[in-house]
């Protein structure tokens, strides 16, 4: 069983920068694709970049250009790299498989003031 801990949420002023990582632990993890997700208050969980094992990123479009998606597989660790943060970026953070078929993780809260 695959867990994650996400990290490195916080509150971050409009048009700021914020890191976010992401580790894999377990057994079962292997190399497989990554996603960063979100879900904004009284919205649905969307899916914001991935990464595959060889490191191929793809965005929504929403953060197209703004954000950043890379990973550490010697460290099992992913990251995203969000700038020009704005005050819909607010949301709970979490990391998946591309599949979304991982157990959820906590998520990670990121907050920006409007």
């Known amino acids: 069983q695959v867990q994650f801990v996400e990290s490195g949420g916080g509150l971050v002023q409009p048009g700021g920068s914020l890191r976010l990582s992401c580790e894999a632990s377990?057994?079962?993890?292997?190399?497989?694709?990554m996603g960063w997700y979100r879900q904004a208050p009284g919205k649905q969980r969307e899916w914001v970049a991935g990464i595959t094992s060889r490191g191929s990123t793809q965005y929504a479009d929403s953060v197209e250009g703004r954000f950043a998606v890379s990973r550490d597989n010697g460290k099992n660790t992913m990251y995203l790299q969000m700038s020009s943060v704005r005050p819909e970026d607010t949301a709970v953070y979490y990391c998946?498989?591309?599949?979304?078929?991982?157990?959820w993780g906590q998520g990670t809260q990121v907050t920006v003031p409007s």
């Open positions: 377990g057994s079962g993890r292997g190399i497989r694709a």
């Open positions: 998946n498989f591309i599949a979304a078929d991982g157990d």
